[in-house]
């Protein structure tokens, strides 16, 4: 009777299993084949989607042609299970049920190790705060699908607590297969060589939570039906459990140790098992890899640099170190970036391995602006950590970065050659090493207001040549979208600035599902494809590859850069003004009080004193900012007097400049790179009196 009960519930539970997986399959079919629908109909999409060329299309959600049940005779949820702890094996361990008030210890963004950093320093975390009521109302909206998400686990570990903790019986152990030791080597293999994305997007994870709630329902059916059954076995092991109770046997371990999972139905002597181990909260895993996974698993050195502003504020300057260079290459991402931009799609075309390669010391900046709120005070409120504009940026941040750089190189090639170098703290052509940088939309914005600020109060900026790839500042030529949205932000600005200090997302489990989105739309063209052509029409048309990007590993469920409020509006005053201006504190008194005049500085009237070579890259199809504005920049600088400005133009959208790493872009840069080299005569120089010093000591000692 008992095994007449075991093979009706094994069939009825792959029954259920496989009507659910296809009711799952057919609704995603449908949602796509709705977008499609959509899309055919949209204007304009053939020129928005050239942007996704290299997007990674790989539908991986297909439903069975038999039940699976029946093949090699083990469970679909084995199967299930058993492919997907193969990626689990490799992907970071993170708790996605915490909240962000939890007092355990999150795992560092990509942003990043600053974090790590103040978790082990005095630089303590800062408290979080939730953004009031419209975040309590986002969060009961989709009440519902996080309980979907999130009870399926709690299931699955109430069910099988019980069984983890009592040892199997050797004759009912059965080892991994090697099919699956050998799926997992190449798996992990792969990660090694590659920037591998393991994420699973939301209607995975939706089948996943289906797969296990139906195993864990007919698992306390089994056992009801296995004590009905055989009362006498159930008795002895009551006792048993009792008795090793009373003895002192250790209990459960805690949630992060892996559960074995045992991949076989009731007829299990009957049926192919094969045992895995899975992390139970890998399930809903997100792709939290940082700057220093990419760099290191590529096989490149990495050094991280805390860096703390005048202001408190703390920040991450990484760098691929080369510490005998007398080379220095710094890199500045863009708004809602971070220095993942720059080498997230591999080596092939990154001008961050390729600078690396010809002997450059690289370092790469990430401006303030994250939801982790990196600060030495460490309970600043979210109102007093957003408080910035762009002024910041180029005031605060750069210096800050820059200097950190003087100092780390000036020490390092003072101690690798003591009797060559020659430090000058005010003359950039008697420093020991050569310093350029590359500065992408914002980054470019923020450099040019450091370097104007620096030469105004007459301090070094330390700079040989500045390469700019689509930088803002000016947007009078902008798309009517552009300046929808600025007419709307200088409205709306005083009502909601004291309510929403920035544009990011509060809570970890929507940064979560973002991330998991993203994968989804890449499973499925049609919907992916809807999304990059919304996309693309809030951002005024432009054809970047806006999926790929909000796909980035720094668009994590741990941490995520965000805007503040104030920088939309600078921007936004920018484009009213039709000149490349610093903030406006919207009083004359507050003027005065900044920039000693009633109006805020002209950056643009200030060219005259740039002194160094500068190279600006605009795209044809950019259409964030045109070609026209970074020309703007150009002529400018030449009509004041730059001595040596260029400009150039490419067939590139907005973010085609960093994410999609063109190998034309990469020659371009790098030969631009190429003219600048260590200036070797204060060094021979020095060297000079040096041997003459030594000669003089030896004659008198003669």
Same mark, same amino acid.
């Given at each position: ?314 920040? $991450?300057?990484?760098? @691929?170190? *080369? %510490?005998?260079?007398? =080379?220095?290459?710094? #890199?500045?991402?863009?708004? +809602?970036? /971070? ?108 450099? $040019?207001?450091?370097? @104007?600020? *620096? %030469?105004?109060?007459? =301090?070094?900026?330390? #700079?040989?040549?500045?390469? +700019?790839? /689509? ?232």
């Amino acid at each position: 009777m008992q095994r007449l009960v075991d093979n009706v519930l094994a069939v009825t539970k792959e029954s259920v299993k496989i009507f659910t997986y296809e009711a799952l399959n057919n609704f995603v079919r449908l949602v796509n084949g709705m977008s499609a629908l959509l899309l055919a109909v949209l204007p304009g999409k053939s020129l928005i989607l050239e942007g996704i060329h290299e997007w990674e299309l790989r539908p991986t959600f297909r439903g069975p042609r038999l039940p699976r049940w029946m093949e090699d005779g083990a469970s679909s949820f084995n199967k299930f299970i058993h492919e997907l702890s193969v990626d689990s094996d490799t992907s970071s361990n993170e708790d996605y049920m915490s909240d962000e008030d939890s007092d355990g210890i999150i795992p560092a963004s990509p942003l990043s190790h600053s974090s790590r950093f103040s978790r082990a320093s005095s630089f303590s975390k800062p408290n979080r705060h939730s953004s009031g009521w419209i975040k309590c109302l986002i969060l009961w909206i989709l009440f519902p699908l996080r309980i979907l998400l999130i009870i399926p686990s709690y299931l699955y570990n109430i069910t099988h607590s019980s069984s983890s903790t009592v040892q199997a019986k050797p004759e009912n152990r059965y080892p991994p297969s090697p099919h699956s030791r050998k799926k997992s080597s190449t798996m992990k293999d792969h990660f090694v060589q590659s920037a591998t994305d393991r994420r699973r997007g939301v209607v995975e994870d939706l089948h996943l939570g289906i797969e296990i709630a139906i195993e864990a329902i007919f698992d306390i059916v089994h056992k009801v039906a296995y004590c009905v059954f055989s009362p006498l076995e159930s008795f002895k092991k009551l006792l048993h459990w009792f008795s090793s109770r009373s003895k002192g046997s250790k209990a459960m371990e805690s949630d992060t140790v892996d559960a074995t999972v045992m991949t076989a139905t009731l007829g299990q002597n009957d049926a192919a098992v094969t045992e895995r181990k899975t992390t139970l909260h890998n399930s809903l895993n997100t792709d939290a890899r940082t700057c220093q996974d990419v760099i290191t698993e590529l096989g490149y050195p990495y050094e991280a640099i805390r860096v703390v502003t005048a202001d408190g504020y703390i920040l $991450l300057l990484e760098r @691929i170190p *080369r %510490r005998d260079s007398r =080379k220095a290459i710094y #890199l500045q991402h863009g708004v +809602l970036d /971070s220095s993942m931009g720059w080498v997230s799609k591999g080596v092939v075309g990154s001008p961050v391995f390729a600078a690396f390669d010809q002997g450059y010391d690289v370092f790469l900046g990430n401006l303030r602006g994250l939801v982790s709120r990196e600060h030495i005070d460490k309970n600043i409120s979210s109102r007093q950590y957003w408080h910035y504009s762009i002024n910041e940026h180029g005031t605060e941040d750069v210096p800050a970065m820059i200097e950190k750089i003087h100092e780390v190189k000036t020490a390092e090639l003072k101690l690798i050659h003591p009797d060559q170098v020659v430090e000058d703290d005010t003359n950039t052509e008697k420093q020991p090493y050569k310093l350029c940088a590359i500065c992408h939309s914002l980054g470019g914005a923020a450099m $040019l207001m450091y370097v @104007i600020t *620096r %030469r105004i109060e007459e =301090k070094p900026h330390r #700079l040989a040549r500045l390469i +700019l790839l /689509s930088p803002a500042g000016f947007h009078h030529d902008s798309t009517v979208v552009f300046t929808v949205v600025q007419y709307l932000l200088l409205l709306i600005t005083p009502i909601i600035a004291p309510i929403v200090p920035a544009f990011y997302i509060p809570t970890r489990f929507f940064r979560m599902l973002l991330n998991k989105l993203a994968r989804d739309f890449h499973n499925y063209p049609a919907l992916g494809g809807l999304v990059q052509t919304l996309v693309s029409y809030i951002v005024g048309g432009d054809s970047s590859n806006w999926i790929g990007v909000i796909g980035l590993p720094h668009y994590n469920m741990n941490d995520m850069p965000g805007v503040s409020f104030q920088v939309a509006h600078h921007l936004a005053q920018m484009k009213r003004a039709g000149r490349f201006i610093m903030f406006d504190y919207g009083s004359k008194s507050a003027n005065m009080k900044a920039y000693g005049s009633p109006e805020p500085l002209d950056l643009g009237e200030y060219y005259g004193l740039i002194d160094f070579p500068v190279d600006l890259v605009a795209g044809r199809k950019d259409k964030v900012v045109r070609p026209s504005m970074v020309k703007f920049h150009h002529d400018l600088m030449k009509s004041a007097g730059v001595q040596e400005v260029t400009y150039n133009e490419f067939e590139y959208a907005h973010l085609d400049f960093t994410f999609s790493h063109r190998e034309e872009l990469l020659a371009y840069v790098m030969s631009r790179l190429n003219l600048v080299e260590p200036n070797q005569k204060s060094v021979q120089k020095q060297s000079s009196k040096t041997r003459k010093k030594d000669h003089t000591k030896e004659i008198c000692s003669d």
